[in-house]
């Protein structure tokens, strides 16, 4: 089954109406309240990072799957404000983005950062934890696209965080992520000028 695919656009109205159609998925599919829930939270986790895209953008949001698995999915064609952005880090003590917190908060950075340029995703700066260059697992680039996955980080980070210290903060954020102890897999990648969202779920 595929739910309806409703539009979302950082209004409460919109966010409200794509968690309906969340839980229209579990009703459809017969599943118990545990289930129920856990698609809820889930599709919250999703919203969080839609109200905190910064620029215009509207994006299209659906559940789809059966009673054993299920994807959440986000897509967008994005066209956000690089230069506006860098200019309020630059002006900001840290001259990092604080917005950016927690693993929502870093998956909601890199949509926006694919959204914006397809080079920016190479060149990104890997000192948010987020993802680095390619040859260490965290982005891998191809000629069709790009994609991030939360299996990769977590294994890079379980891989490299004995020998750097300053990665133990990202994995100490990843244990407390409601998103990374929920989900099976996250997946955002890029293709053609669409960004995806992707989160997996075993029912």
């Known amino acids: 089954m595929e739910t309806n695919r409703m539009i979302v656009d950082g209004t409460e ?15 459809y599919q ?17 919203m969080g990072m839609v109200r905190g895209i ?5 994006a299209y949001f659906w559940v789809e799957g059966t009673k054993e698995k299920c ?19 630059k002006s900001s003590t840290s001259k990092k983005n604080s917005a950016y917190k927690g693993l929502g908060g870093k998956i909601r950075e890199l949509f926006e950062i694919m959204g914006e340029s397809y080079n920016d995703v190479v060149k ?15 982005v891998f680039i191809s000629q069709g696209g790009s994609d991030w ?16 210290e300053s990665l133990n903060k990202e994995w100490d954020a990843l244990e407390r992520s409601v998103l990374a102890k929920l989900a099976d897999e996250v997946k955002v990648g890029i293709k053609d000028g669409t960004v995806d969202v992707v989160v997996e779920k075993k029912l």
């Open 13 to 27: 109205e919109k966010i409200d109406a794509a968690l309906s159609e969340a839980e229209r998925f579990a009703e």
């Open 30 to 46: 017969g599943l118990d309240d545990k289930a129920a829930r856990r698609i809820r939270l889930l599709a919250e986790e999703m």
């Open 54 to 58: 910064t620029g215009d953008f509207t």
């Open 71 to 89: 994807s959440l999915r986000l897509r967008a064609k994005t066209k956000l404000d690089l230069n506006k952005r860098e200019e309020l880090i």
């Open 124 to 138: 990104y700066d890997p000192s948010v934890g987020m993802y680095s260059a390619p040859s260490e697992g965290m």
């Open 149 to 164: 996955s939360l299996s990769r980080y977590r294994q890079v980070l379980s891989d490299q965080k004995e020998e750097d």
